[in-house]
């Protein structure tokens, strides 16, 4: 491709919007366009480098024994609401009326499209296990679109479903998609860790995301410095806390008076104690009742983990009303001595030594709490959010919090949408029975942009070769100049040859300017023809990522090229 033809919109300037550099690249090396919140065109650049990734994700997808089909973006409400998630999906859900009043909604997600179409089809388990993918794009509606290709509301997913007979099929299957994911990710480059999962609002009985590492990434992830254990913080699971040794002596307990001092913060500069020593009692109310749970000061609940533990559907915070109810005192001053609630600790709690807590008083706290001398709860588990150095669940090693993009999530589904939605088949005793499902997404555009969250520098994106719009870019400094001209045409037309994707910059502008947009747009491998080196026959080869260029006699540029391009 010539760039006096290419539609390449460069832009100067960093484009206010733009808050992460993957967003701000894409919009100044003209991949991308901005049509409404959350929708882009992909421009010619853009669109290579999401084919590319595609076409990766095909191939791991049919090595793995998947089929490619392609399902409908538009959706009829009635298998939404055989599935129950028509009510319950909530605002991402995009609804509309047909002309006769029929409701649809745009596709976020494909199990039910899916289910119905394999529940009409197979019968028999002669035709399970069946694996299909589809690369499609969805539509949600975000709260928060941004980012750029990150999360969007209309954005690219390659989507897998597979159907067993058996739970060992499924597992087998997801192991599959487990290694195929592996693949796709390595064969991409990127940095990457499968991580633990929650499994949301699809349901499910296990699940793993695949993050990509980055600092601009959205998601949290844990993992241990001494062992293989890694998970989304929101699933990730803490060891028992240790005991300080030698532990401190326990003191007698005594009541201060706090006039005011309701939070964490207030409370322990106003005691000048460190926010690890309060005791901070959190009041629910759940279909099972009211329940009280204590996490140390600094520790934070985990919502999901509390949900889980009490297999409880409703959770929401006690009101003012039912707080001064249960402890006699108004918010801020609860605490675990006297308390007539259900108890519930978080692990941490079981070691902490002359606490502080509430006084179930108003503007008082008790100092020296100290378990079990004190308070006794119900059960001791791991309620909170997992943090920097919390111990691992596995090992006991140290755990440490990074930052991650999350590009690839794969469920255990089990049989959630084939018995609501009647996908069952006729095993080898002629018995009916639902088939086991699992689902498998992968993020297309988000892949893209992580990619290049990954591997940029000041100057611009730096390509991985599998992911790069064009892998060649044939920079002659002067076209004006005869003999620079011929070399460069000839180069373009050896390397097209041999199946290379090269773009060649016979733009008659000054060379800065075409420095500047090689380095922008990223290509890997740029080749610099100028009279100096062409005197003696030779021409520059440069890697992206590379300080310093080499010298190459132009017969040898083409071998020389292939090397570093299969390299
Ligand atoms: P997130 O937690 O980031 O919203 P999700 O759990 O809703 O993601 P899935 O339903 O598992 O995502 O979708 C599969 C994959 O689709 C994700 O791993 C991600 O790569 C991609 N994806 C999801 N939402 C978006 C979005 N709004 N924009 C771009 N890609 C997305
Ligand atoms: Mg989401």
Redesign the pocket.
Known sequence: MRLTRLYLPTLKEVPAEAEVVSHQLMLRAGMIRKLAA?VYSYLPLGLRALRKVEQIIREEMDRAGGQEVFLPGVQPAELWEESGRWAVFGKELLKFKDRHDRDFCLGP?HEEVITDLVRHEVRSYRQLPLLLYQIQN?F?D?VR?RFG?????E?G?K?AYSFDADDAGAERSYQQMYEAYSRIFERCRLRFRPVEAET?A?GGSFSH??MVLAETG??SLVSCTACAYAANVERAEIGPARQASPAEPERPLEKVATPGMKTVEEVSRFLGVEPRALIKTLLFETEQGPVAVLVRGDHQLNEGKLRRHLGCDLLALASESMVEELTGAPMGFAGPVGLKARLLADQAIRVVRNGVSGANERDAHLVHVNHPRDFQPATFADLRVAAEGDPCARCGGEQRVSRGI????IFKLGTKYSEAMGATFLDEAGRERPMVMGCY???T???VAAAIEQNHDEHGIIWPVPLAPYQVYILPINVKQGAQREAAEGLYRELTDQGLEVLLDDRDERPGSKFHDADLIGIPIRITLGDRALKGGRAEVKRREAAAAEEVPLAEVGARVLELVRG
Do not use: A, N, Q
């Open positions: 959350g997600t969805k949600r975000e679109p290709l990150m999360r969007g509301r954005f997913m989507d949301g699809i995301e695949f959205e998601d999350e590009v690839g999530h997404g992968i993020g555009g988000r892949t």
